[in-house]
């Protein structure tokens, strides 16, 4: 992440490289069964995202799933959990093989969520901003019956300015607190990552979901952070002022989520931890994994099925 540093300190998140969209327009990536694998790992909050909705929308038998170790080398991310240490379907142990095999000229990191082509052997989108909303269009013809719409035409413009904002402030804000190389960018990361979670948490005060009584995809990319931070961002990146069992409607919110299909069945929690514990592990020799969360208070009752919206 040293490279990611702008002025005053500020965490900058790297460019994507790979962000050619799908669909079937003049150079976009065809719609094929079969020709794509999704490569991930747990600890990824924006890799996690994409994982979701694969799986909420029903498409995990049109493009195949890749899991890297979640703790990243100094090689980048390695499929040392699969046989002879290798991805399966790609024949790599380490991400890096994939994107220099796409670029050899390649210098930034080898980030996850990344969707290469089998049939090629590269790299063909890391668009981590866009990858949940071509699964949720142009991949519609392959979703399972009754798949929720979670990126509804009618609601597009809103979702898009809500997804800016969550990334903005909450997404990226705990990675601007992790990551700033000064006090002020660390300061004005932190005052904005919490004058939004008090937003939200009125927010939802009243609603069942963030636009409403209907799940969409700002409330995967805002479920992906909520679930990480008491676990992580609280102690690995300083975002300590409040948890989110502090909140009490973001809480009950994202316990309703962990146990809807699809969220809670694609989170590990140890994976997390044991990420972001190494993650710091250059200020923390030893790199010890916290014991909690209790898992258990994620499936308390939440209560707001009262504020409608399908379960």
Known sequence: MTREVGAAGRFVRQANRFATPFGDGPGALPIEPGRYRLLWTPICPWAHRSVIVRRVLGLESVISLGTAHPIRTADGWEFSRDPGGVDPVLGIRYLTELYRAT?????????VP?????NTGTVVNNDYFRLTNYLETVWKPFHRSYAPDLYPESLRDEIDALNQVLFDDVNNGVYKCGFARSQAAYEEAFDRLFARLDQLNDRLATRRYLLGDRLTDSDVRLYVTLVRFDAAYYWAFRTNLRRIVDYPHLWAYARDLYQSYGFGDT??????????????????????????????AWLTAHGRERLGGDS
Request: glycine share 6%; no cysteine.
């Open 103 to 111: 670029d050899p000229d390649y210098e930034g990191r080898a980030t």
């Open 267 to 296: 989170t590990d929690f140890h994976a997390i931890k044991q990420g972001y514990a190494h993650v710091v592990a250059s200020q923390d020799q030893f790199a010890i994994i916290p014991q909690g969360p209790d898992r258990s």
């Open 114 to 118: 990344a969707v290469a082509d089998v």
